[in-house]
């Protein structure tokens, strides 16, 4: 997709994306409540947090919806094929290997949490 356009950060605020996704802040409200695929972080103050994969699946939603014309319940499959975890994880049989892919999600996905405590923490 358009992921050579996302800023090298961990967190965005709801401006950013806002901006950076060209849309109007009820779309991405309405896009949060109609494909649960991604969910902000709001703080004390109530600023909206999010992370770089929310950014990811905002960006092929729009593309998904608005360029490509697709319906929302392929969208749901499509988001479900590109972003796996959000299909569930399933348990792998004992013995079997973690994926070298995986793990640099795993890991990326806890420097965004540790990111998001750490600006919590400020205010």
């Given at each position: 997709?358009?992921?050579?356009?996302?800023?090298?950060?961990?967190?965005?605020?709801?401006?950013?994306?806002?901006?950076?996704?060209?849309?109007d802040g009820r779309v991405l409200?309405?896009?949060?409540?109609?494909?649960?695929?991604?969910?902000?972080?709001?703080?004390?103050?109530?600023?909206?947090?999010?992370?770089?994969?929310?950014?990811?699946?905002?960006?092929?939603?729009?593309?998904?919806?608005?360029?490509?014309?697709?319906?929302?319940?392929?969208?749901?499959?499509?988001?479900?094929?590109?972003?796996?975890?959000?299909?569930?994880?399933?348990?792998?049989?004992?013995?079997?290997?973690?994926?070298?892919?995986?793990?640099?999600?795993?890991?990326?996905?806890?420097?965004?949490?540790?990111?998001?405590?750490?600006?919590?923490?400020?205010?």
């Amino acid at each position: 997709m358009a992921d050579d356009r996302i800023p090298d950060k961990l967190t965005f605020k709801r401006k950013e994306v806002i901006q950076l996704a060209k849309l109007d802040g009820r779309v991405l409200d309405y896009w949060e409540k109609e494909f649960h695929a991604f969910s902000p972080v709001v703080n004390q103050s109530g600023e909206k947090f999010y992370s770089r994969r929310d950014v990811e699946i905002i960006l092929a939603v729009k593309q998904w919806l608005i360029q490509e014309k697709r319906d929302k319940s392929h969208i749901q499959e499509l988001l479900q094929q590109r972003f796996v975890d959000l299909a569930g994880a399933q348990p792998s049989p004992a013995g079997d290997a973690v994926s070298p892919e995986k793990l640099r999600r795993i890991r990326r996905g806890l420097r965004e949490i540790l990111t998001l405590l750490a600006k919590d923490d400020k205010h």
